[in-house]
């Protein structure tokens, strides 16, 4: 008995190379008297004979298995009316020396690409083939709060929100998924010094909106901290013990997005771990040891 793939891929020697543009342009600002810090960030790109997916749905037929009602076959095309823009813009503002800083950051994304739905009738074998355009539209902006003061705390809380949302034009199993993903973060990291000692800690929380209903989202709560202590002279040896993902819930979410088709997916990362380790250092600079 042959095995046929269930979702096949061939490629298509009669494409065309694709030719890309891009134009952008920066403006950054910085004041020597307040160090206060401006930078900004603007493209634009479009890209000639954009290679992009045909995915093929046609009658199980063809492979012979009565189990199956379809499959699907993918292949390429040129295409036209692919660009994105994008633009990002970060400002800091420093104070007592630079002990304190409050920064603003965001970035908005646009993309508009061009994907191809072929679809094969069960009866006729007729072949009706459309045109997707998918628009992605995505916002992130943040806001950040830094403490730098030497040998006490070097630390930063943080909030970011983010929102990205997919419009297509052709809906079927592919595209009508789910695709307006929020998701807000707090955070809090840093490290606090006491002589001899440090600790350190990394702590955040996520919440996850808008998933599709078959992705089982969570918002984790996310802690790595270590404790370590400096001895011998000149600190060269160090003894730290170290906590990875405390809660052990650390796990990710991710939505894909291209011309045909809206990908979500739950990721499994590295769980909770434990880690003692101890470092010494060994030097000799310019003939002392």
Same mark, same amino acid.
């Given at each position: ?210 998933? !599709? =209903?078959? #992705?089982?989202?969570?918002?984790? *709560?996310? @802690?790595?901290? /270590?404790?370590?202590?400096? +001895? ?26 291209? !011309? =045909?088709? #809206?990908?979500?997916?739950?990721? *499994?990362? @590295?769980?909770? /771990?434990?880690?003692?380790? +101890? ?11």
């Amino acid at each position: 008995m042959a095995l046929i793939a269930l979702y096949p891929v061939e490629g298509n020697p009669q494409l065309k190379p694709s030719f890309t543009h891009h134009l952008s342009a920066n403006y950054n600002v910085f004041d020597m008297n307040t160090f206060r810090m401006l930078f900004t960030n603007m493209s634009f790109t479009t890209t000639q004979n954009q290679i992009t997916t045909n995915i093929i749905s046609y009658p199980a037929v063809y492979t012979r298995d009565p189990l199956l009602q379809s499959t699907y076959f993918t292949t390429y095309l040129n295409s036209g009316g692919y660009y994105s823009a994008n633009g990002f813009v970060s400002y800091s503002i420093p104070w007592d020396n630079r002990k304190y800083t409050l920064l603003f950051n965001g970035s908005v994304n646009y993309s508009h690409n061009i994907g191809y739905l072929t679809d094969i009738a069960p009866v006729t074998y007729t072949q009706t083939t459309e045109e997707n355009v998918a628009k992605r539209l995505a916002i992130n902006p943040g806001i950040r709060f830094r403490v730098d003061i030497p040998e006490v705390i070097d630390g930063q809380v943080l909030a970011n929100y983010s929102i990205t949302k997919t419009d297509n034009s052709v809906q079927n199993d592919f595209t009508n998924a789910s695709a307006n993903i929020r998701s807000f973060n707090l955070a809090v990291s840093g490290k606090n010094y006491f002589h001899d000692w440090t600790v350190s800690y990394d702590y955040s929380k996520t919440y996850n909106y808008g998933y !599709a =209903s078959t #992705i089982h989202t969570t918002n984790p *709560n996310l @802690l790595n901290f /270590y404790v370590e202590r400096r +001895f011998l002279k000149e600190h060269r040896a160090t003894l730290r013990a170290a906590v990875f993902d405390a809660f052990n819930q650390n796990t990710g979410f991710s939505t894909t997005t291209s !011309a =045909s088709a #809206i990908t979500q997916s739950t990721v *499994n990362r @590295l769980g909770r /771990y434990f880690l003692l380790s +101890f470092t010494l250092r060994m030097q000799k600079f310019g003939g002392k040891n």
